[in-house]
């Protein structure tokens, strides 16, 4: 007879794992679901990854520099922070979880805007740790008063905000860090397509660590690096719960030499603004009504004269690009999501073939 599976912990048991975005494994989808970035990354970062694995991988065979120093460097440089109160992530998801395996936990719950990155419930539920949520409003704001109070140990603000795209001014965020009690993590994965962050604001106060990642901006999701600017304290607590190597050699050399690439990144960011802006003005023209967007995807409502924007319309404009090979995103859990698409901005290409197919559905629909 087959014995039982032992039983994990109670909270773990009654939890449900992140549904990422599809991930086609086949060619020939023009691939919109997921924010990659379109371009190849900087070529300096695919140097450094072949220096870093040494002459047939010869150097694969040593461990890295156990706190990612290479990376912490970089970032360092990148943002004029000190290197000492930079920690580096496998992917900032890693970090994400590891300030609320630090921060949060039975009692001490973890907060975040509502629609927000539905990762974090995830990584609280395995803490055994509850989440509050604070809503976004019809008009896309939200009290911060709210947030203030809400009692979370650590509050996450994704900013600019995902799936939404709309952006809360640094200035705004440094009051509401002067009023939370707990730990504000500004979840900044989208910053290198917008034009303020809160950078400034981990460097001056005790409470506000900045989450980067390498995988948008960068190119580099494929990758997974990431990094957080911290309070001094902060940083030496992150370090003490860290898995000891938590970033491969590899992925430490390439994501340094990315982060000093800065040309690199101002010329691709202004190709996937102006890409954004193309995109935004053709969607509103076919009556589409777009969210203004600070990251590098577009929130759009697909409507046409037979269908009135709404759930099922989305869920028909969907499946029509889906046939088309065409993946975009749908949120059908929200009331702010659930009658739009979330689309990426790809190159121009993959933006006209993506324009094209919307064309032909508001046309038909
Ligand atoms: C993509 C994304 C991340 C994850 O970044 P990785 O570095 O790839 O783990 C984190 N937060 C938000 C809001 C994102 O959209």
Request: aromatic share 8%.
């Given at each position: 007879?087959?014995?039982?599976?032992?039983?994990?912990?109670p909270h773990?048991?009654a939890?449900?794992a992140?549904v990422?975005?599809e991930?086609?494994?086949?060619?020939?989808?023009?691939k919109l679901?997921?924010?990659?970035n379109?371009?190849?990354?900087?070529p300096?970062?695919?140097e450094a990854l072949r220096?870093?694995?040494?002459?047939a991988?010869?150097?694969?065979?040593?461990?890295?520099?156990p706190?990612?120093?290479?990376?912490?460097e970089?970032a360092?440089?990148a943002?004029?922070?000190?290197?000492?109160?930079?920690?580096?992530g496998?992917?900032?998801?890693?970090l994400?979880?590891l300030l609320?395996?630090a921060?949060?936990?039975?009692?001490?719950?973890?907060g975040?805007l509502d629609?927000?990155?539905s990762?974090y419930?995830?990584?609280?539920?395995?803490?055994g740790a509850?989440?509050?949520?604070?809503?976004?409003s019809?008009d896309l704001?939200?009290?911060?008063?709210r947030v203030?109070d809400?009692?979370?140990a650590?509050?996450?603000?994704?900013?600019?905000?995902?799936?939404?795209?709309?952006?809360?001014?640094s200035?705004?965020?440094?009051?509401?860090?002067?009023r939370?009690?707990?730990?504000l993590?500004?979840?900044?994965?989208?910053?290198?397509f917008s034009?303020?962050?809160?950078?400034?604001?981990?460097?001056?106060?005790?409470?506000?660590v900045?989450t980067?990642t390498?995988?948008?901006?960068?190119?580099?999701?494929?990758?997974?690096?990431?990094?957080?600017?911290?309070?001094e304290?902060?940083?030496?607590?992150?370090?003490?719960?860290?898995?000891?190597?938590?970033?491969?050699?590899?992925?430490?050399?390439a994501?340094a030499?990315a982060?000093l690439?800065?040309?690199?990144?101002r010329?691709t960011?202004a190709?996937?603004?102006?890409?954004?802006?193309?995109?935004?003005?053709?969607?509103?023209a076919?009556?589409?009504?777009c969210?203004?967007?600070h990251?590098?995807?577009?929130?759009?409502e697909?409507?046409?004269a037979?269908?009135?924007?709404?759930?099922?319309t989305?869920a028909?404009?969907?499946?029509?690009?889906?046939?088309?090979?065409?993946?975009?995103?749908?949120?059908?859990g929200?009331?702010?999501?659930?009658?739009?698409l979330?689309?990426?901005?790809g190159?121009?290409?993959e933006?006209?073939?993506f324009?094209?197919a919307?064309r032909?559905?508001?046309?038909?629909?």
């Open positions: 007879m087959k014995r039982p599976s032992p039983e994990p912990n773990v048991a939890m449900s992140y990422p975005g991930q086609p494994q086949g060619g020939g989808w023009v679901n997921t924010n990659e379109p371009y190849p990354p900087s300096a970062a695919i220096t870093a694995a040494g002459d991988g010869s150097l694969l065979r040593l461990y890295p520099s706190d990612a120093s290479p990376l912490r970089a360092a440089k943002h004029d922070f000190p290197a000492g109160r930079v920690v580096a496998n992917g900032s998801d890693d994400l979880n609320i395996r921060y949060a936990g039975p009692g001490r719950p973890v975040m629609p927000s990155y990762l419930p995830v990584l609280a539920a395995a803490q509850a989440v509050i949520k604070v809503p976004i019809d704001d939200f009290d911060d008063a203030a809400c009692g979370a650590v509050f996450f603000l994704t900013n600019p905000n995902a799936p939404l795209g709309v952006s809360f001014t200035a705004r965020i440094a009051a509401l860090a002067g939370f009690p707990g730990l993590v500004v979840d900044e994965a989208y910053a290198a034009d303020d962050d809160c950078v400034s604001l981990a460097r001056d106060l005790p409470n506000v900045v980067r390498l995988s948008k901006g960068h190119a580099l999701a494929g990758l997974r690096a990431g990094y957080a600017l911290c309070p304290e902060v940083a030496s607590v992150l370090h003490r719960v860290r898995d000891s190597y938590n970033l491969d050699r590899v992925a430490q050399a994501a030499a982060l690439d800065d040309a690199w990144l010329r960011v190709s996937v603004n102006g890409t954004r802006a193309r995109m935004v003005a053709a969607l509103t076919i009556g589409w009504r969210v203004p967007p990251g590098n995807f577009i929130l759009a697909p409507a046409s037979r269908r009135p924007a709404s759930s099922e989305s028909h404009a969907f499946e029509f690009l889906k046939s088309r090979r065409i993946l975009v995103r749908r949120f059908p929200h009331r702010l999501t659930e009658r739009c979330r689309v990426s901005v190159t121009d290409a933006a006209d073939a324009l094209a919307a032909e559905w508001s046309a038909e629909g």
